[in-house]
């Protein structure tokens, strides 16, 4: 793997290159494969960069007459899956005063006075199962680029998790509720609910985030349908290991946070790999006695199995794979390597 050193400003530095069995790239369903392809790598299954999902979520911001204090005890320890048949899964979660006072539909002392009652407030929001795909795209000048469009099936499944929601907190005991739309009303109770959607929902006014994004280098065993195999390295590049949402073959219809499973999965792959530990030539820098010229000592053989790079060093190092048993009590190249 071949890089280079950016100095400030932004100017161009030595060139560098890395030399290792496994490479694991973890950059998100969006930088993942604008790196790939900006490193020239193309997947015969064509869909590197493409079937983005991204799970479309809205928040329904809901006040109670009470403190409701939902920083304390588990975060997102509650969710509604009895719509999952339906691509619908509601989430409650407490989001932090700089979060919440960005999403509020107000500004200056009106918006000063929504946030005086952030004890008293809980947020939740349907997360959708995504039926549309997206794509990423490097744009010269502007780097990657997501191109999405909300289904109209999507945006009605939107409107039916926020109802949904909204009737939940209010049964809880909500005495008002703002809704994800724009220009909508505040609403104080079921009936005003369901007067307001009783009428249709533009879906160009759902005020809509994402933090799932996922799908860009979908796994399949089978080259031609997915970029990497199930394991997630990549197909036709030994050894490049992808280790990040962007494997998912499609939405997951649950909260895709599990970061440590994929690099579990990525570990596995990278463990054929890895059982033997790298070795690099390290030249002492040169020694001058007085009177003599400089002579430099014999290349010193090191492994380490971590790889061959332990840190920044001004001298220079040469990764070669170990011998084998390089590094081990017993073998053939006992003594011949030590670990660093």
């Not at 869909?47 to 005890?73: C, E, I, K, M, Y």
């Not at 690099?263 to 054929?272: F, L, M, N, V």
Request: net charge positive; with cysteine; proline share 9%.
């Amino acid at each position: 793997m071949t890089g280079h050193v950016v100095r400030p400003g932004g100017r161009r530095g030595p060139t560098l290159t890395v030399r290792a069995r496994a490479v694991i790239v973890a950059g998100g369903a969006v930088q993942t494969p604008a790196l790939l392809l900006r490193s020239g790598l193309r997947s015969a299954s064509g869909q590197l960069g493409r079937n983005l999902s991204v799970h479309p979520n809205a928040v329904v911001t809901a006040f109670f007459d009470r403190d409701v204090t939902g920083w304390q005890g588990v975060h997102q320890a509650f969710q509604v899956r009895e719509f999952l048949a339906e691509g619908l899964l509601l989430t409650a979660t407490n989001l932090t005063p700089p979060m919440l006072a960005g999403i509020l539909p107000a500004y200056g002392r009106e918006l000063g006075e929504l946030m005086a009652d952030y004890n008293r407030i809980v947020t939740a929001g349907p997360l959708v199962s995504d039926t549309g795909t997206g794509r990423i795209r490097p744009v010269p000048g502007l780097g990657p680029q997501v191109f999405y469009q909300l289904t109209d099936h999507d945006a009605a499944r939107v409107v039916r998790g926020v109802e949904r929601c909204a009737e939940a907190l209010f049964t809880a005991g909500a005495t008002r509720v703002l809704l994800p739309f724009d220009g909508a009303p505040v609403v104080r109770g079921p009936d005003e609910l369901r007067r307001l959607l009783a009428r249709p929902v533009p879906k160009r006014s759902l005020q809509l985030y994402s933090i799932h994004l996922m799908g860009t280098a979908r796994m399949s065993e089978d080259p031609r349908r997915g970029v990497t195999g199930s394991f997630g390295e990549f197909h036709g590049v030994p050894g490049l290991i992808v280790a990040d949402a962007s494997l998912f073959p499609g939405p997951d219809r649950h909260q895709p946070d599990g970061d440590g499973h994929r690099a579990g999965h990525a570990q596995r792959a990278a463990a054929d790999r890895a059982t033997r530990p790298l070795c690099y030539l390290s030249r002492p820098t040169a020694r001058r006695r007085p009177g003599r010229r400089a002579r430099r000592g014999s290349p010193r053989r090191s492994c380490s199995r971590s790889g061959p790079w332990t840190g920044w060093s001004s001298r220079r190092r040469t990764g070669i794979p170990g011998p084998p048993g390089c590094g081990d009590r017993r073998g053939p190249a006992a003594g011949r390597c030590r670990r660093r």
